[in-house]
């Protein structure tokens, strides 16, 4: 028993480790002809496939080749954190109304319907989006947007055709407001019934007894939802594709303004970096996902620095 489960344990660290370790070997030499420009620079280009290659750096490659992925991680971290800010609204709100509003009879099956947002293939969302969501956001909500925020400039118009930052954001939202309701209901759910009586013995009102009682002591909870919502965030790949509008190269001026992610790029410019005849093309595309994984690495070690200073639950 002891040994199988430690098998069990070692195998989740191994397969990080064998999957960095792949990369790191994969992507150097892509590291080493990108150097530290490939973070301070922003521009994408696998250069002229049609001439001769060239040494740069004592590294094959063709004339003009550059890679600097300023845009994508703009774009990546922006369209993250965004959707992490709307789920959280939507999911606490949500949760609220789950635990503390209806019957107790509705809960489980009302929670079910949020949960299975989880279970849609991204694709679907992708779709959904493109058909549907993105042509709405832009004929009917990004206007009065517009509108309201005319003292804004990331506001301001021209809004585009509705795929950009902001409609990513949305789907990434709809993606990830699941993890962070299951878990935060949960949690609810654990809380004794003595915490709520007592709260409402003193006067409170129900929304006072949600907001600065249960709430109040769901610090931990609410990190470790977040982390894993926000795991869900960086990686998404399809859905963000085809409504981010794959901008290159570009900056986004503006919340509507199109971009491109990691994730979504890496999938987007594989057929094309498969072309380079020197491989380094693929190679910096490895190189991206090295630096995708080691922001996932960095987002959990945080998390787990933020849990441990966190108080615990105040009663």
């Given at each position: 028993?002891?040994?199988?489960?430690?098998?069990?344990?070692?195998?989740?660290?191994?397969?990080?480790?064998?999957?960095?370790?792949?990369?790191?070997?994969?992507?150097?030499?892509?590291?080493?002809?990108?150097?530290?420009?490939?973070?301070?620079?922003?521009?994408?280009?696998?250069?002229?496939?049609?001439?001769?290659?060239?040494?740069?750096?004592?590294?094959?490659?063709?004339?003009?080749?550059?890679?600097?992925?300023?845009?994508?991680?703009?774009?990546?971290?922006?369209?993250?954190?965004?959707?992490?800010?709307?789920?959280?609204?939507?999911?606490?709100?949500a949760t609220l109304f789950l635990t503390e509003i209806v019957p107790t009879r509705l809960t489980r099956p009302l929670s079910t319907f949020v949960e299975l947002l989880a279970a849609i293939p991204?694709?679907?969302?992708?779709?959904?989006?493109?058909?549907?969501?993105?042509?709405?956001?832009?004929?009917?909500?990004?206007?009065?947007?517009?509108?309201?925020?005319?003292?804004?400039?990331?506001?301001?118009?021209?809004?585009?055709?509705?795929?950009?930052?902001?409609?990513?954001?949305?789907?990434?939202?709809?993606?990830?407001?699941?993890?962070?309701?299951?878990?935060?209901?949960?949690?609810?759910?654990?809380?004794?019934?003595?915490?709520?009586?007592?709260?409402?013995?003193?006067?409170?009102?129900?929304?006072?007894?949600a907001t600065r009682v249960l709430l109040r002591g769901q610090g931990r909870t609410l990190i470790g939802a977040g982390i894993l919502a926000l795991g869900r965030a960086l990686g998404e790949t399809?859905?963000?594709?085809?409504?981010?509008?794959?901008?290159?190269?570009?900056?986004?001026?503006?919340?509507?303004?199109?971009?491109?992610?990691?994730?979504?790029?890496?999938?987007?410019?594989?057929?094309?970096?498969?072309?380079?005849?020197?491989g380094l093309a693929v190679r910096s595309l490895a190189e991206i996902a090295l630096v995708l994984l080691a922001i996932s690495i960095l987002t959990n070690i945080l998390s787990r620095l933020l849990?441990?200073?966190?108080?615990?639950?105040?009663?």
């Amino acid at each position: 028993m002891r040994r199988l489960t430690a098998t069990a344990a070692a195998t989740v660290p191994l397969i990080l480790a064998v999957i960095t370790g792949f990369l790191v070997f994969y992507a150097a030499r892509a590291i080493r002809f990108n150097g530290l420009a490939f973070f301070t620079t922003n521009g994408w280009s696998i250069g002229n496939q049609y001439a001769n290659p060239i040494h740069v750096h004592g590294i094959l490659a063709m004339p003009g080749m550059h890679f600097g992925i300023v845009f994508l991680l703009v774009g990546t971290l922006a369209s993250a954190f965004l959707a992490l800010l709307f789920a959280f609204a939507l999911g606490i709100g949500a949760t609220l109304f789950l635990t503390e509003i209806v019957p107790t009879r509705l809960t489980r099956p009302l929670s079910t319907f949020v949960e299975l947002l989880a279970a849609i293939p991204s694709v679907v969302y992708g779709l959904w989006g493109i058909v549907f969501l993105a042509p709405f956001l832009a004929r009917h909500v990004y206007p009065l947007v517009a509108r309201l925020g005319e003292a804004v400039p990331f506001l301001a118009r021209p809004i585009g055709a509705g795929y950009g930052l902001l409609t990513s954001a949305l789907i990434l939202t709809l993606m990830i407001v699941p993890f962070i309701t299951a878990i935060l209901r949960d949690a609810l759910l654990a809380v004794g019934p003595e915490l709520r009586e007592a709260a409402i013995s003193l006067g409170a009102t129900r929304f006072e007894v949600a907001t600065r009682v249960l709430l109040r002591g769901q610090g931990r909870t609410l990190i470790g939802a977040g982390i894993l919502a926000l795991g869900r965030a960086l990686g998404e790949t399809m859905a963000v594709l085809m409504v981010s509008g794959n901008a290159l190269n570009t900056l986004p001026e503006r919340i509507y303004s199109p971009i491109s992610t990691m994730a979504a790029f890496i999938a987007a410019q594989l057929d094309s970096a498969l072309g380079d005849q020197t491989g380094l093309a693929v190679r910096s595309l490895a190189e991206i996902a090295l630096v995708l994984l080691a922001i996932s690495i960095l987002t959990n070690i945080l998390s787990r620095l933020l849990l441990r200073t966190s108080p615990p639950l105040r009663v």
